[in-house]
């Protein structure tokens, strides 16, 4: 079986500038990032079908995007994939203080790890917070720190719990459905001049409101829209067999299309 190690060595090896991969040579931190997000998709996708071959072989790409990024840091010599590995470590123990009661991997009852260990590991705690309070921090905006890469849907969840929580939200649902008709009469407004700027604008607007509906329902939308992707998915084989039935899609008609679709939802249901 090849390890950790095994997969950091071929990194390395398609990164060398003398004998590596050209593709990979030529990537950089911004130009792998879409494989990235493709990878987590693929991962959530497989889940998702309970298709455990393929989650296997999907972290599998997935991890490999993190070992992707550990080197090319590596180069830079701003991090690597051990630095990367200590500072999650270090921030799990933080956060399961009832798991880890005194802050450190192994308690001094571990027969591995000496109490001298110990204080080490606590002296180094305290000395990185000291560094911590030197450092100077940039001012941040309440929301700052939701990642801009998320998936659309995802990230208006995630903007409109963070400004909720510090009051700026909806009373009742009522206002949450008045919001949507109000940003439904807007997109409808925009019809006449089909100016694109201003109907990606509205349309925009129009779906962060139904997104704000999904939470306050406590509905991910996420799921819901790729709940009602794949519905349509199974419904429209249905129709392309009907269709196929009646002669092909240039035989078909609105009336016909819309039979069929009909007879796909009460196979659904």
Known sequence: MHSLDDLLYLMRRLRDPHTGCPWDLKQDFASILPHTLEEAYEVADAIERQDWPHLEEELGDLLFQVIFYGQMADEQQVFNLHSIIHRLVEKLIRRHPHVFPDGTLHSERDPGITPEDAQINANWDAIKQQEKAGKPRAPERLLDDVP??????????????????????????????????????????????????????????????????????????????????????????????????????????????????????????
């Open 148 to 269: 801009v890469t998320l998936p659309a849907l995802s990230r208006a969840v995630k903007l409109q719990k963070k400004a909720g929580a510090v009051g700026f939200d909806w009373d009742n649902i009522q206002g949450v459905v008045a919001k949507i008709h109000e940003e439904l009469a807007e997109v409808e407004a925009e019809l006449p001049g089909r100016d694109p700027q201003r109907l990606e604008e509205e349309i925009g607007d129009l779906l962060f409101a139904v997104t704000n509906l999904a939470r306050h329902l406590q509905v991910n939308p996420e799921v819901a829209l790729r709940g009602t992707n794949q519905r349509f998915y199974q419904r429209f084989a249905v129709v392309e067999e009907q269709v196929g039935r009646q002669g092909g899609w240039h035989k078909a008609t609105p009336a016909s299309m819309e039979a069929a679709w009909q007879l796909a939802k009460k196979q659904g249901r």
